[in-house]
């Protein structure tokens, strides 16, 4: 009769096994374990054991569950690893063009949305742009210093926009620093926008690695599409999801920024990823907020796309098409560039 297997469900449980066990020949204790990965708590025993300070829990730990923090990807590892080798760099990505992108999605749901508005009027501009002046006027203008300067403008983008689109979709939330624990990353989000559904994830970058915070936002893109093990908890309460809990967003989109520099990328169709980038938007917060207006009108679209598709039922049509249409789409923008 085969012997039964222990199965360590707990940090008791672990130390007895240790305790019972025999010395080899070197006087070191030698455990054969199968690992069945459920989440960073259940090997918290194993990993106290084998290492004492931070940093080497977190490579036992990226070792045992073949994945890592967001910020210790590689962009050759995304390419390789996230985007199976269909594009050479990060400069090969197709353009996301949010004006082409969202017109057909806009035009589709017309007859749903008479009334609704999706730019920002003139008094919410000459309001925000207000709030943006007196910012960088008590920061003297240092705009990207460090990030936490930064977070004072982009802060101010986001709530605007999540604040405007509630108007029209009251279930619409904006989240800080939302722990995020993927099948390939884990880690904190700078920002994430719910929509009904999980729509908009937001990276902080600094100046100098912008490239790296693309990266990094396309590893997390790849844990919100695949449906991540997320604190669900305020968003559960909105509203009973409707498919399996295990199952991400069609479409996702992600927003890269330095605070004046931001970039917006979408990523569909999980099994052979279609991942599109902007070209990047700039914004100048002297005297006349030079693209201040063309970026928060930017993430309000997108957001209010994302919070129209969550009250929608997709016919049959959509639901079967949505893989053609994501294909056309890169067909429509540009090629890869050199």
């Not at 690992?35 to 290492?51: F, S």
């Not at 709030?131 to 705009?143: D, G, P, R, S, T």
């Not at 907020?289 to 063309?294: D, L």
């Not at 993430?299 to 039922?313: C, D, E, P, T, Y």
Request: glycine residues 6%.
């Amino acid at each position: 009769m085969a012997k039964e297997k222990d199965v360590i469900n707990d940090e008791f449980t672990f130390n007895h096994m240790l305790k019972v066990t025999e010395p080899n020949e070197e006087n070191k204790l030698v455990l054969n374990l199968t690992v069945r990965i459920k989440g960073r708590a259940i090997l918290n025993p194993v990993i106290g054991y084998y290492a004492t300070d931070g940093a080497h829990k977190s490579l036992l730990y990226d070792h045992l569950t073949g994945k890592k923090a967001y910020g210790e990807w590689s962009t050759n590892e995304v390419l390789h690893l996230l985007l199976f080798d269909q594009y050479s760099s990060l400069a090969a990505l197709p353009e996301l063009d949010i004006g082409i992108f969202l017109a057909d999605f806009f035009l589709r749901i017309s007859l749903y949305t008479i009334g609704q508005s999706y730019t920002v009027n003139s008094k919410q501009e000459a309001i925000f742009k207000g709030n943006l002046k007196k910012i960088a006027e008590a920061l003297h203008q240092e705009v990207i210093t460090n990030e936490a300067t930064s977070w004072n403008f982009i802060n101010l983008f986001m709530v605007e926009a999540v604040a405007t689109v509630q108007k029209e979709y009251s279930s619409t939330r904006l989240a800080v620093e939302e722990q995020f624990d993927g099948s390939r990353g884990y880690g904190r989000l700078d920002y994430v926008i719910f929509c009904n559904d999980l729509a908009v994830v937001v990276t902080e970058a600094k100046k100098i690695e912008f490239q790296k915070g693309i990266t990094q936002n396309i590893v997390q893109l790849h844990t919100a599409i695949e449906g991540p093990q997320i604190l669900y908890s305020f968003y559960c309460s909105l509203k009973k999801r409707k498919r399996d809990d295990s199952s991400g967003p069609e479409e996702i989109y992600g927003i890269v920024t330095a605070g004046d520099r931001w970039s917006f990328l979408s990523w569909s169709n999980n099994e052979k990823p279609v991942v599109l980038i902007s070209k990047p938007y700039q914004c100048n917060f002297g005297d006349e907020m030079a693209g201040v207006t063309k970026v928060l009108s930017t993430i309000f679209r997108i957001l209010m796309s994302q919070a129209a598709k969550a009250v929608q039922i997709p016919s049959q049509t959509d639901s079967a098409d949505s893989n053609e249409r994501a294909s056309q789409r890169v067909r429509t923008t540009r090629g890869p560039q050199s």
